[in-house]
């Protein structure tokens, strides 16, 4: 199985904390969105996903270039753990938060948004943080509220739904740490916050985070 990742890609990360959780052996492919023009662009890499996105996994002879698919795909060949919580209702209303970060939140806060903003408009490093926290701060306070109506005023268990993590999970820890670059509040978002410092402390999501990958620079 390998993955062809960026260390600082939010969607591989969800790709890697899936892997993780379900202790499938992977090999890494690192395929940097800087250097060269960004690796990514390369003829190679364009044959494997011609949208020029990561990640991307191969594994017996399939080819898979969305995460949530390859999540879905992990899911298939490898059900235990699950990544979805067993009822309808707590399934349902984690996949609409998962595909609310995945489709809403995450794809027009990323690196090749930032890149057109500063090279067909002439945004400046400070107005494009202004973009990414204020499209952020709306996502996140969509979810906050989101999860204090499915789960009440109950005690946060440090997972989106119930006692494990959950799909959810994969795709808000990643946003997270995004939004904590752009020097989000996350204090404003309590429930969010117990989400995140609950995770990042377990071993599938500390091994997953950026610091921990090879191409992580040094």
């Not at 990514?40 to 191969?58: A, G, K, Y």
């Not at 209303?93 to 090279?119: G, M, T, W, Y």
């Not at 996502?139 to 959810?168: D, I, K, M, W």
């Amino acid at each position: 199985m390998i993955l062809y990742s960026y260390f600082r890609s939010s969607a591989a990360y969800r790709v890697r904390i899936a892997l993780n959780i379900k202790e499938i052996d992977y090999t890494i492919k690192p395929i940097h969105l800087l250097t060269d023009g960004g690796q990514h662009h390369l003829p190679d890499f364009h044959s494997l996903n011609p949208l020029e996105l990561v990640p991307v996994l191969i594994h017996n002879g399939i080819t898979i270039s969305q995460s949530l698919a390859i999540i879905d795909y992990l899911e298939a060949i490898h059900p235990s753990p699950a990544l979805y919580p067993s009822g309808l209702t707590d399934k349902i209303a984690c996949q609409e938060l998962a595909l609310s970060i995945a489709c809403d939140v995450h794809p027009i806060n990323n690196l090749r948004v930032a890149n057109f903003l500063k090279e067909r408009h002439q945004l400046s490093p400070s107005q494009i943080k202004d973009w990414n926290l204020h499209w952020i701060s709306i996502g996140f306070q969509s979810l906050e509220e989101r999860l204090y109506h499915h789960n009440g005023s109950s005690t946060c268990t440090g997972f989106c739904f119930g006692n494990e993590p959950s799909v959810a999970d994969l795709c808000l820890i990643p946003q997270i740490y995004n939004a904590l670059r752009h020097d989000l509040d996350l204090s404003v978002y309590p429930r969010l916050n117990d989400i995140y410092q609950h995770c990042i402390s377990l071993a599938p999501f500390k091994h997953a985070s950026p610091e921990c990958q090879a191409d992580f620079p040094t």
